[in-house]
């Protein structure tokens, strides 16, 4: 490239260079601290405007008073000073966002944090923006299957969706959002995982584990580090969701997790207490409600007027002792649409997934599965109950009748059956064939050590000898008595085999 | 109960000695002093003060224009300058506080309240800097 060449575009460049003249509205600043900034002037600024500082750090307008404006710094905070100018915008915060965005890994301000180069964007998307009103959307009736046999039985998730995954540290929580993006291969989903405050070794094993499993083609890292300042973990869950936003609107399904939310409250808490807004209770300032109310109530289903579109969300939240009674848990079960509990007690005795399934639910129900899954797993979950009832009498007395023994029985098998190790999705329909061997009996003179192997052998001889079965699951969506016919057929034979 | 901020007090003491006589305005004083004391509000008499100022400033249309360029500025560059002002800030009168910096190469730079009109080399040569930045 020779000289010339780069002055002749210099000065082209220059050409094109016209710079208004306009009045700007600037404030300076009075104290730095924690990642805020008091500022005075500033006398028009809107809330949540974006402000620019002398070094090019990027802060957002929380609190208006009275002659001071209280800032959240994004950016490292280290260079700014006592009396520095701080402009105003006219721009609510917004992010970058475009189709190359998928597969990347980016943090709460839209900017490539994989090394993988700079991602090229057009459009920008506002972080906060008001739900989508009831005209627009549309009720939930279409699966999000999560490969998991308990979840897509007895809990489903429904595409505009919002269920919770709560339970103590060390239950399984991330396994089961990072199992439902793995599933979602070839299913016309677009994930996205906001990491809020985790550790970023967490955050990379998870990139390494949704790689290798090939989910990265599909899927984008929203990441804000626990090193990061708290007002970008603020920030991430919005900037996530907006992300989602831009690929709703293009008519495509979205599923977003967001994990966590109490470390979301967490960092809002802090931001709140550095501001000196009141502190409420647990110390959290009053409008945490709806700073996860406004959040999740952004996962909607669109109808086909409104260009269809979906965005499904899994918050997590991490509860402390297994107590849900706590100020954030309730509140975001309040919020969302149902709940999958998970408890340490069942996970320590080996049932993983570690849900319980009786304080689990989702109020959407059966209307999110498909035909074939409903009709199989229709009795399961009163199966279960019922067996954790008597499980809890049994231990007293051995003279049972048999119609309990048989409801004990059914039940283990129930327990076995749905435990699933991680990182291995089953498709539906091989979850249907092998519930339907589960509730029709067919599973209660196999000893209970052998469900697993059973299971096994089971779905490799369905796939290969109910094809039209499976085809019927899979592509029309019907359960008809021959297909029904075809199943048992195959489940008598691979059992008499067994 | 709601704390009165500093500009409440400065609007107070602007309304009660409004349209006063020279005496009726020294009892205000006297009467202003000791509840200062009393409410115990001397460390904040400058704060207060310099928002009376700007409250008497605004209601007598005046405006203080901080005025920066790089050399003195011509007579008549200031009568157009004053003109301006007093159309964009519907103001009677204009106060001048002056400043020579030579490190702004050229220009001037206006600053009313919180408002600053930027019309100096230096701040375009800045943004040419991040207009030329964002185009590579």
Redesign the interface.
Known sequence: MSTNYIVENLKKEIDNFSSQIKAEKVGHVLEVFDGIAKVSGLSDIKSSEMVTFPNGETGVALNLEEDTVGVIILDDFSKIKEGDEVKTTGKILEIPVSDNIVGRVVNALGVEIDGKGVIKADKTYPIEKVAPGVITRLSVDKPVATGIKVIDAIIPIGRGQRELIIGDRQTGKTAIAIDTILNQKGQNMICIYVSISQKDSKLRKIQTRLEAGGAMAYTIIVSAGSSEPAPLSYIAPYAGVSIAEYFMDQGKDVLIIYDDLSKHAVAYREISLLLRRPPGREAYPGDVFYLHSRLLERACRRNQEYGGGSITALPIVETQAGDVTAYIPTNVISITDGQIFLETDLFYKGIRPAVNVGLSVSRVGSKAQIKAMKKVAGTLKLDLAQYRELEAFAQFGSDLDNVTKQQLERGKRAVEVLKQPQYTPIAIERQVAVLYALTKGYMDDIPVDKIKEFEEGLINYTENNTKNFYKEVIETNIWTEAGEVELKKAIEEFKTNF | MTTL???DIACAIYLVSKDKTHAELHSVINKVVRFFVRKRLLSKTEDILSRLNKIINNENKKIIVKLLSAKKLKEEIKKELISFLRERYKAEEIIFMETIDEKLLGGIRVEV???????TVKN?IK??QE??IR?T
């Open positions: 901020s500093n500009n309240n919180d408002e600053i009109i930027d019309l375009k943004k040419l207009y030329l185009k």
